[in-house]
Nanobody, 115 residues
Framework: VQLQASGGGLVQAGGSLRLSCAAS????????IGWFRQAPGKEREVFSC????????HYADSVKGRFTISRDNVRRTVYLQMNSLKPEDTAIYSC?????????WGQGTLVTVSS
């Protein structure tokens, strides 16, 4: 089981980025995927997730209305469209799934939002 996040970079406040979480080693459409982030000096937080069966989505208040999570099971990828980015969105972003009772984390991607 492997997850790989990509798409991070440097963007100005108000800008947009799209992150990708590529999955391998398991059937993506059978599992929920969560996006987490860890800002400097802060604990890692989950801010969005998408369910497996019906692709229900959930967002933390801090990103609701600005971020959109989606999945493409054919491409085995979960996306995170981030709009109206703020400096406080600066963090390392990573994706996660629970597979057979064990948590798997992908290597994160750094998002830096300049003011």
């Amino acid at each position: 089981v492997q997850l790989q996040a990509s798409g991070g970079g440097l963007v100005q406040a108000g800008g947009s980025l799209r992150l990708s979480c590529a999955a391998s080693g398991f059937t993506l459409n059978d599992y929920a995927i969560g996006w987490f982030r860890q800002a400097p000096g802060k604990e890692r937080e989950v801010f969005s997730c998408i369910s497996s069966s019906d692709s229900r989505t959930h967002y933390a208040d801090s990103v609701k209305g600005r971020f959109t999570i989606s999945r493409d099971n054919v491409r085995r990828t979960v996306y995170l469209q981030m709009n109206s980015l703020k400096p406080e969105d600066t963090a390392i972003y990573s994706c996660n799934t629970e597979y057979h009772g064990r948590n798997y984390w992908g290597q994160g991607t750094l998002v830096t939002v300049s003011s």
